[in-house]
């Protein structure tokens, strides 16, 4: 199993990003996605999940309103769309795929497979 993150990169507060991480090796319609974020010297922190049928999705309060998760099933490709950025959304970025029940989608050991991270960087 694959996943790759892409779609980092530096932009200025206010800015736009749209993250991208494909999959490959899983049957991507059975699996719950997510993003999870860490900064420097901080724990790794939920973001965003969305079910595998792309009916349900879950966001961390602080980017409720900025950020939507959405998937393609037929891409096997899960996005997350970055507005109005932050100084402090500035982390790597990751993506994780598993099956999971709701009431755990934000916690980080539920996911199976993790995508390698891309570099998120806003500046002020």
């Known amino acids: 199993v694959q996943l790759q993150a892409s779609g980092g990169g530096l932009v200025q507060a206010g800015g736009s990003l749209r993250l991208s991480c494909a999959a490959s090796g899983l049957t991507f319609s059975s699996y719950d996605m997510a993003w999870f974020r860490q900064a420097p010297g901080k724990e790794r922190e939920f973001v965003a999940a969305?079910?595998?049928?792309?009916?349900?999705?879950s966001y961390v309060d602080s980017v409720k309103g900025r950020f939507t998760i959405s998937r393609d099933n037929a891409k096997n490709t899960v996005y997350l769309e970055m507005n109005s950025l932050k100084p402090e959304d500035t982390a790597v970025y990751y993506c994780?795929?598993?099956?999971?029940?709701?009431?755990?989608?934000?916690?980080?050991?539920?996911?199976?497979?993790w995508g390698q991270g891309t570099l998120v960087t806003v500046s002020s």
């Open positions: 994780a795929a598993g099956r999971v029940i709701i009431s755990a989608m934000r916690t980080p050991w539920v996911y199976n497979y």
């Open positions: 969305i079910r595998r049928n792309g009916g349900s999705t």
